[in-house]
């Protein structure tokens, strides 16, 4: 088994840390480690919408320029669209000789998107989850969990300093696990599109049309495989797919054996297969760097496209009733 790691030593984030971007994870990075003792600069551009969210909970805000300059380690924690640009445009020239440029995600060092001189240290720090649960676990007294990784030691001390950082936005008390920014990188590629984003949201809708063609009602075709969803995921999530099979009905386990495999079945599993080859081939980021350069036109019109289906009309009706004002 992988050896998790939970310590490190927090005294090696001495200097002043720049976290640029204060969207879902720069917030949480931000917030955690200035509440782990460590000095915060958010840097962010000029005019940004949350400058005025992060000075009101207590952070120096600045320029990405000032954020940069006079940092020990600078966490870009931008979008994966713009980090290229802003990297070139403001943190590059900026650097500070053997500062250490930090990632939370591999995409731009693996695609060769961003590339920091040769006297930087190049560090990865991925929490394992959505930035506002790494901020609230963390208030929590919890911690969410998270790989690190070095592509570039140029200190000879890269390894710990991502070690003390992820220490510092609080992983260590969830657990820490070493890896490569290509291994994180496509495991996470995989992983959002094969199961958690775009298998889930298929399998959701391929069910959900699947009973609304067949003359069901479409808010109990919605209940059924889409609200439902979460409560199951609630207890794999708690105690694996043993304790869920544990909660529901016998019938619900028996049709889950037999039925389970006839949807994700040896095609499926091709299929994902080829997904997975796309990643490696670096195909399916040429595609997708290709809309990026395209001011996202496919992703926009798939997003339209998405929230036209009958699925998302159905559902805002009905989460309307169950969730108070304000939630959606
Ligand atoms: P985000 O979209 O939530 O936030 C980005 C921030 O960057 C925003 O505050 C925005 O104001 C700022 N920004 C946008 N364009 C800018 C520009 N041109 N110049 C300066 N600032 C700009 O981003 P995110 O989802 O937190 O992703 C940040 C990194 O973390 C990415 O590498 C992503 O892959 C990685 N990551 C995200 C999650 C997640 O939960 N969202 C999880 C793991 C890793
Ligand atoms: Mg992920």
């Known amino acids: 088994?992988?050896?998790?790691?939970?310590?490190?030593?927090?005294?090696?984030?001495?200097?002043?840390?720049?976290?640029?971007?204060?969207?879902?994870?720069?917030?949480?990075?931000?917030?955690?480690l200035r509440d782990s003792g460590v000095q915060v600069a958010v840097g962010l551009r000029e005019g940004s919408p949350s400058g005025e969210e992060a000075k009101a909970a207590g952070l120096e805000v600045?320029?990405?320029?000032?954020?940069?300059?006079?940092?020990q380690l600078v966490s870009l924690l931008l979008p994966d669209q713009v980090q290229p640009q802003v990297f070139e445009d403001h943190v590059h020239a900026n650097l500070e000789p053997g500062a250490a440029v930090l990632f939370a995600h591999g995409f731009n060092i693996l695609y060769e998107r961003v590339k920091p001189a040769a006297g930087h240290d190049v560090i990865m720090v991925a929490p394992k989850g959505p930035g506002h649960i790494v901020r609230r676990l963390f208030t929590e007294g919890y911690g969410t969990p998270a790989l690190i990784a070095v592509e570039q030691d140029a200190s000879g001390n890269a390894r710990?300093?991502?070690?003390?950082?992820?220490?510092?936005?609080?992983a260590g008390r969830a657990g820490i696990l070493e890896t490569t920014f290509r291994e994180e990188t496509e495991t996470d590629l995989f992983g959002e599109q094969a199961v958690l984003c775009g298998g889930t949201a298929e399998l959701i809708r391929a069910g959900f049309e699947t009973l609304v063609a067949a003359g069901y009602q479409p808010e109990?075709?919605?209940?059924?495989?889409?609200?439902?969803?979460?409560?199951?995921?609630?207890?794999?999530y708690e105690g694996g797919l043993a304790h869920m099979r544990w909660s529901?009905?016998?019938?619900a386990e028996f049709g889950d054996y037999v039925s389970g495999p006839r949807v994700i079945d040896a095609?499926?599993?091709?299929?994902?297969?080829?997904?997975?080859?796309?990643?490696?081939?670096?195909?399916?980021?040429?595609?997708?760097?290709?809309d990026?350069?395209?001011?996202?036109?496919?992703?926009?019109s798939l997003r339209a496209e998405a929230a036209a289906t009958q699925l998302e009309t159905v559902g805002k009706e009905l989460r309307s009733l169950m969730h108070r004002a304000g939630e959606r």
């Not at 297969?273 to 399916?284: K, P, R, V």
């Open 1 to 32: 088994m992988a050896t998790i790691l939970r310590d490190g030593d927090l005294s090696l984030l001495s200097g002043k840390v720049a976290v640029i971007g204060y969207g879902s994870q720069g917030h949480a990075h931000a917030l955690n």
């Open 62 to 71: 600045t320029s990405v320029t000032d954020a940069v300059k006079g940092a």
């Open 160 to 170: 710990n300093l991502a070690l003390a950082y992820a220490v510092g936005i609080g």
């Open 220 to 236: 109990i075709a919605y209940y059924e495989c889409l609200h439902e969803l979460k409560l199951i995921v609630d207890l794999i």
């Open 248 to 251: 529901v009905s016998d019938t």
């Open 267 to 290: 095609t499926a599993r091709e299929r994902m297969q080829s997904i997975l080859g796309d990643i490696q081939s670096g195909a399916f980021a040429r595609e997708w760097v290709a």
């Open 292 to 300: 990026m350069d395209a001011d996202e036109t496919r992703l926009k």
